[in-house]
């Protein structure tokens, strides 16, 4: 088994349902979703053009969610590197433990919604990406065991 690349962080379209007055989107743990929720937490009132994140998990699923505006994910998994952009709130992306992200270059008013697999724990965040490398590395090396 290999390690994970930025091309098994998914875009997952969660469907919608069209009522006359407007949209609903639903996300329900056990279901076709990629993980169990157990945090929500949303990012907003970043100033236009500004960046977030710049991180990794050691075991935390995230998805996220523009659910309102725009924004891109930037995701590097130690080799490879991939832009998502995000901007309509049926869209989400999936991105799984070991790979770096970073929410880039968000619109005025932009609302990134976040679900995660994992309650906060800081210790399941890499926060300096020469550390990153290092953890990317050693999970290739333990992998090929």
């Not at 098994?8 to 009522?19: A, H, T």
């Not at 050691?58 to 930037?74: M, N, P, R, T, Y």
Request: charged share 25%.
């Amino acid at each position: 088994m290999g390690k994970i690349s930025v091309f098994d962080c998914s875009v997952i379209d969660l469907g919608k349902i069209n009522f006359e007055e407007g949209n609903l989107t639903v996300v329900e743990n056990n279901s076709n979703f990629p993980f169990n929720v157990k945090r929500v937490f949303y990012l907003y009132d970043i100033a236009g053009g500004e960046s977030r994140g710049a991180h990794a998990h050691k075991d935390c699923h995230q998805f996220l969610i523009a659910a309102s505006g725009s924004f891109e994910v930037s995701l590097d998994d130690g080799k490879y590197k991939r832009q998502v952009f995000l901007n309509r709130p049926n869209i989400g992306l999936h991105i799984s433990p070991g790979i770096w992200a970073s929410e880039v270059n968000f619109s005025s008013g932009a609302i990134c919604l976040v679900l995660a697999s994992h309650n906060y724990n800081e210790s399941d965040y890499i926060r300096d990406y020469s550390d990153f490398l290092e953890f990317v590395d050693s999970e290739t090396v333990s992998k090929k065991r």
